[in-house]
């Protein structure tokens, strides 16, 4: 087992500090990569990757990135639901690396639901 360096412990801190700002209901947005079986199966795994390539990339500390489990429409794997403050909640599907990064770019950080990767928004109604 390697021994955590001080830059580990700043790197945990900072997930600590991330979730807990959601609890308190400091972030802005919180995004849900659907991670059971069938989402694993069908590249859930690279999603969440470039979603956390992006975080990273945009310093976006009031974004918290987070898992769950099967949402219950396997053959629409992989999916991720967008949570922001007033908002409706959005579920995207059938997701790959690339419109991930786009969701990102696009609704996360511009504010703008990209009907065309949506499956519904709020109380699932379509778009």
């Keep these: 087992m390697s021994k955590i360096k001080p830059e580990d412990l700043d790197s945990i801190g900072e997930k600590i500090k991330r ?4 609890r308190e209901g400091s972030c802005r947005v919180k995004i849900i990569v659907h991670m059971g079986t069938c989402g694993i199966a069908a590249g859930a795994r690279n999603v969440m990757k470039a979603l956390t390539e992006e975080i990273e ?16 429409l396997c053959s629409n794997e992989p999916m991720v639901t967008i949570e922001q403050k007033d908002q409706p909640a959005v579920k995207y599907v059938d997701l790959n690396d690339e419109k ?8 996360v950080m511009g504010g703008k639901i990209m009907s065309e990767y949506a499956l519904a928004a709020g109380s699932e109604r379509t778009l």
Aim: net charge positive.
């Design 100 to 107: 991930a990064r786009e969701i990102f770019s696009r609704h």
């Design 57 to 72: 990339k945009a310093d976006a500390k009031d974004v918290q990135l987070t898992i769950s489990s099967c949402a219950g």
């Design 19 to 22: 979730t807990m700002l959601l």
